[in-house]
């Protein structure tokens, strides 16, 4: 069921529950702690149609995939955390381990992550797209093992694999480095046969060319969807990974052919970054999910300062953070900034 389904269903269900001459009453909004959940970057959280909200995310040593659930976004702080998986002494995937998002696809349970090989030199940059499958119904109990590597027609740097149902097809959308386009990464977008090959050739969506976008790194990566009024919503980070890093936005009707990049327009602002004044820094690779009444909450990450000291890969303090957000009159999601309580 989608984040748009799920909303739905909540409203539903409170307008059977309150009867015929009864105003519905939803439940008060969670109030999240600040941050959610410490030294976890790249952050996926969403309710699952059990009631559970699951949460996975990089951790500072870059060297295992995590879950944990609990029955509230703001229960995900102090929720019980279970490794899934750690990399091997060797071989490709012996090295970083970034960014998991889990998925159930055709009613199997997918993680996909980022990995690199050990070692020295700039080989551990190798970085490419991996996926992991559960033999059971249960995520966080299940044995989890190596289903293989994500396929696309370039051998080259990838990563930030996310996935969603449109219009009954199921998608994949990802970070790129395109032989002969001079960026870091760029967003692609293509229709899956299996969790780990392409039905098509992949679209590519958007390039890093704004300013905003370029910033220390040519990048667009992370994608996240949200579908609101008959609009999609494809968010991306870009830019390096300290206070620099923001969010950009993608937009195109829900109706359209989402794989002609021509139906997808760029905001030319960010639409989420640094808010100083709420010391919030960097903040981006963001997920969505919905609350139990099915009101939108964005998961980011970001720091507390500032000032970083060395590479910002390997300072550890971008912490898991949640806000509610609004939309404003023509539909757009409005982010506000991070730190701000809506």
Not at 25 to 43: G, S, Y
Request: charged share 20%.
């Amino acid at each position: 069921m989608t984040d748009t389904g799920r909303r739905l269903f909540v409203a539903g269900a409170l307008t059977l529950l309150a009867g015929p001459g009864f105003a519905a009453t939803p439940p008060p909004r969670e109030r999240f702690p600040d941050p959610l959940v410490r030294q976890r970057a790249d952050a996926q959280v969403f309710r699952h149609s059990d009631g559970w909200y699951y949460m996975t995310g990089s951790v500072p040593e870059y060297d295992r995939l995590v879950l944990r659930r609990a029955r509230s976004i703001a229960g995900l702080a102090t929720a019980k955390e279970t490794v899934l998986w750690r990399h091997p002494a060797s071989g490709p995937m012996s090295g970083f381990i970034w960014a998991p998002e889990l998925h159930l696809i055709d009613g199997q349970w997918i993680m996909y992550f980022a990995a690199g090989p050990s070692g020295g030199g700039a080989d551990v940059f190798r970085i490419r797209t991996f996926a992991l499958s559960c033999d059971g119904r249960d995520p966080m109990t299940g044995r989890w093992s190596e289903l293989g590597q994500l396929q696309t027609p370039w051998d080259s740097f990838t990563l930030d694999s996310t996935s969603f149902v449109h219009r009954g097809t199921r998608y994949l959308a990802w970070a790129q480095r395109e032989p002969g386009i001079d960026t870091n990464s760029n967003i692609y977008l293509a229709p899956l046969a299996t969790p780990l090959t392409l039905a098509a050739r992949p679209a590519r969506l958007t390039v890093p060319t704004l300013p905003w976008e370029v910033r220390g790194y040519k990048v667009a990566e992370a994608p996240a969807l949200l579908a609101h009024g008959g609009k999609l919503f494809l968010t991306y980070s870009a830019s390096a990974t300290d206070s620099r890093y923001c969010l950009g936005m993608l937009t195109a009707d829900a109706a359209s052919d989402i794989m002609d990049p021509a139906s997808w327009t760029k905001s030319q602002q960010p639409v989420f970054q640094t808010s100083a004044a709420h010391h919030r820094y960097g903040p981006g690779h963001n997920s969505f999910t919905v609350d139990h009444a099915g009101r939108d909450v964005l998961i980011y990450h970001a720091r507390d300062y500032d000032k970083i000291v060395g590479d910002p890969l390997f300072d550890p303090n971008r912490h898991t953070r949640a806000k509610y957000f609004r939309y404003r009159p023509d539909g757009t999601p409005d982010f506000g900034v991070p730190g701000e309580v809506v």
